[in-house]
């Protein structure tokens, strides 16, 4: 089982920012868009946003203007800076890999996933 691994997360106030950052280097990176999902207690896993390999992004509605996905090909890693965070984005965060070139939506469509960070925004 390929392994993806995040970094970063913790806890913050409302208002303040988070940067979690995501290891690729055990797949051939620049192949694959990357994807953050999130899951709070007793709710579905979600998508955030995405990247493709060519840079296309994808937010999820409740995160456009706060939140940003980029990724370093040359570091294989892929990053989301969270801004101006409320308490409704408490959540595990986790990375997640698939070979293509259009950011899928669902969790199923994705081939790795790293273990997760926590990320707490308290009001």
């Known amino acids: 089982q390929v392994q993806l691994v995040e970094s970063g997360g913790g806890s913050v106030q409302a208002g303040g920012s988070l940067r979690v950052s995501c290891d690729g280097s055990?797949?051939?990176?620049?192949?694959?868009?990357m994807g953050w999902f999130r899951q709070a207690p007793g709710k579905e896993r979600e998508i955030v946003a995405g990247?493709?390999?060519?840079?296309?992004?994808f937010y999820t509605d409740s995160v456009k203007g706060r939140f940003t996905v980029s990724r370093d090909n040359a570091k294989s890693t892929v990053y989301l800076q969270m801004d101006s965070l409320k308490p409704a984005d408490t959540a595990v965060y986790y990375c997640?890999?698939?070979?293509?070139?259009?950011?899928?939506?669902?969790?199923?469509?994705?081939?790795?996933w790293g273990q997760g960070t926590q990320v707490t925004v308290s009001s």
């Open positions: 997640a890999a698939h070979f293509g070139t259009v950011v899928p939506k669902h969790a199923a469509a994705y081939d790795s």
């Open positions: 055990a797949i051939t990176f620049s192949w694959f868009v």
């Open positions: 990247i493709s390999p060519s840079g296309g992004t």
